[in-house]
Antibody, heavy 123, light 107 residues
């Protein structure tokens, strides 16, 4: 069964950094893009960015709201993806999800999701 | 950026009702639209992709329609398990975006 499991969430002070992990299993990880999303308490889904697979040169795209502060990477040998978040503020408090991307012409839809990990930014 | 607008924001319905949620894109996205269901404290679940393609394992009471800028998700006969929040997502461009969500509540 395809699974994605996020980890690394927790309480962090404003201005600090945090790295999240997404561990995948039961599929050929390198063949797929992996995307990160977040959902602030009581709010809707926000796409953060994705990293493409080897066939597309492991390139990444980011939402304007996080570009320059957040970085997505991957280690295909470990079937893991990562989200590095810098200069965190209270507005980054959310549940963070990773998901497997299914390729279309330009973008992706997402067929398998992790359960999410909570990041709280507070002093 | 492409903006996605769902309506209504909240929908009150009864078991057995036919329910339709609409999603409008700020520019044409062809058929590059997905629908997700999310329950409280859970991850989103893919229901529909490419506007009208039912994801494997999703009940046939769910259907999607539309192209260009106007789309709809229809539940033909609402079941107790369907009370949830629904999101549309465009993937016409690499920078995808979601609608704000439609919460389907028990009437």
């Amino acid at each position: 069964e395809v699974q994605l499991v996020e980890s690394g969430g927790g309480l962090v002070q404003p201005g600090q950094s945090l790295s999240l992990s997404c561990a995948a299993s039961a599929f050929t990880f390198g063949d797929y893009a992996v995307s990160w999303f977040r959902q602030a308490p009581g709010k809707g889904l926000e796409w953060i960015g994705f990293i493409r697979g080897k066939a597309f040169g492991w390139t990444s795209e980011y939402a304007a709201s996080v570009r320059g502060r957040f970085t997505i990477s991957r280690d295909d040998s470990k079937a893991n993806a990562y989200l590095l978040m810098n200069s965190l503020t209270a507005e980054d408090t959310a549940v963070y999800f990773c998901a497997r991307g299914c390729a279309a012409v330009a973008g992706y839809y997402f067929d398998y999701w992790g359960q999410g990990t909570l990041v709280t930014v507070s002093s | 950026d492409i903006q996605m607008t769902q309506s209504p924001s909240t929908l009150s319905a009864s078991v057995g009702d036919r329910v339709t949620i609409t999603c409008r894109a700020s520019q044409s996205i062809s058929s590059w639209l997905a629908w997700y269901q999310q329950k409280p404290g859970k991850a989103p679940k893919l229901l529909i992709y490419k506007a009208s393609n039912l994801e494997s394992g999703v009940p046939s009471r769910f259907s999607g329609s539309g192209s260009g800028t106007e789309f709809a998700l229809t539940i033909s006969s609402l079941q107790p398990d369907d009370f949830a929040t629904y999101y549309c997502q465009q993937y016409h461009t690499a920078l995808c975006s979601f609608g704000q969500g439609t919460k389907v509540e028990i009437k």
